[in-house]
């Protein structure tokens, strides 16, 4: 059994952006914790969950928030174990202030940050993380690229057909 993943969000209004990865790390077989925990509306909980996640058998955090986005950067400060950043699109920038808050961390406490609404993405980086030390996981990764461009050649196949 693989290590868990948390899946920490910002706010119940991240949940259908966040679904994917939910979805895609379930599709791995990999255990996950979904949790709301702000880190400016509930703090104490976020130092709670990041400085025990790794003696509570986490292997990776992943943490979706949008505007001022420091949730993926606080979880950070508190744990040894990587972190994951989904910035959230927002109304104003698009998401590029959820983004710059999560990606333009300090010297000595980085959080990976994937794309804007990144959800699958992210799922897929904690996958590879945690597949570092364990083969099976490493098989699936393996069959899921397989799959994965088996269908772009067949799209490419179908294009060269119909044009
Ligand atoms: C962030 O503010 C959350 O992660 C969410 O993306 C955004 C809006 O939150 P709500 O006002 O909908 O709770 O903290």
Not at 27 to 32: D, L, N, R, T, Y
Not at 48 to 60: I, K, M, Y
Not at 94 to 111: E, H, N, R, Y
């Amino acid at each position: 059994m693989s290590k868990k993943v948390a899946v920490v969000m910002g706010s119940d209004s991240d949940l259908d952006t966040m679904r994917p990865c939910i979805q895609r790390l379930q599709s791995f077989g990999i255990p996950a914790e979904v949790r709301i925990i702000s880190a400016h509306r509930t703090p104490a909980a976020a130092e709670e969950l990041a400085s025990h996640a790794a003696e509570n058998g986490f292997g990776v955090i992943i943490a979706a928030a949008g505007k001022a986005a420091h949730l993926a950067g606080v979880l950070a400060a508190y744990t040894t174990l990587p972190v994951i950043g989904v910035p959230i699109k927002t109304s104003m920038m698009g998401g590029l202030d959820s983004l710059l808050s999560m990606v333009q961390m300090p010297k000595g406490i980085p959080v990976a940050c994937v794309a804007v609404d990144g959800a699958d993405n992210a799922a897929i980086l904690a996958a590879q993380m945690l597949a570092l030390s364990d083969a099976e996981l490493t098989g699936k990764l393996a069959d899921f690229k397989a799959n994965m461009a088996a269908e772009v050649a067949e799209k490419d196949r179908h294009i060269t057909e119909k044009l």
